[in-house]
């Protein structure tokens, strides 16, 4: 039974891969994949200390002395958790003014998530589901911590809940899949 559900996984990676391959559309990195992750800016390769690049002075400020709006913060949290900087992710995340912005809620189960404290994490997530249940990225992270803890068949149910919701051809799916596939974790 499970040699079986190998050879499905591997098929479907394969499909998928083939899939994603013959159509530009479906590129790692499209720029206009909300889901895929940050490109890299001043706050990491410029600033320390969990400062963020302040655009209009061009320099490094501490977020929380800033006029920061909460997009900002939500980019410069992005950034810092993609580059493994979670707990100043998630000091940024909390100095968001809308708590309840399934973004902020998203990222802030993943910094926790990645940080180790996957509970929490998954709390976050599912809280960022209850303020929009369309939002793919919750659901790609979510499956993937579901994956990380063994729950395949409740990583495979966000899966087909993103597909079912548009996203078959986005970062946030690609992901999910790569992860249920054995090859990589985000």
Do not use: H
């Not at 996984?9 to 998928?16: E, K, S």
């Not at 400062?51 to 949290?77: H, I, M, Q, T």
């Not at 902020?104 to 809280?127: D, F, H, T, V």
């Amino acid at each position: 039974m499970r040699a079986a559900a190998n050879r499905i996984c591997r098929l479907t990676f394969a499909l998928g891969l083939a899939a994603g391959l013959s159509a530009p559309a479906f590129a790692v990195g499209d720029e206009s994949d909300e889901t895929s992750p940050p490109p890299k800016t001043e706050t990491t390769t410029k600033c320390s200390d969990g400062k963020v690049w302040d655009k209009k002075r061009k320099e490094c400020v501490a977020p929380k002395k800033s006029g920061f709006n909460d997009d900002d913060l939500y980019e410069a949290a992005r950034e810092f958790a993609y580059a493994g900087q979670y707990e100043n992710a998630i000091t940024v995340l909390n100095l968001a003014r809308n708590k309840n912005d399934p973004r902020i809620l998203n990222y802030l189960g993943y910094a926790n998530r990645k940080a180790g404290r996957m509970e929490l994490g998954m709390s976050y997530y599912r809280k960022a589901l209850q303020a929009d249940e369309n939002y793919i990225l919750a659901r790609s992270y979510m499956g993937q911590a579901l994956a990380e803890q063994g729950d395949i068949p409740g990583a495979r149910v966000q899966l087909v809940e993103i597909r079912d919701r548009g996203g078959e051809n986005t970062w946030a799916y690609r992901a999910l899949l790569q992860s249920l596939n054995g090859y990589r974790t985000y």
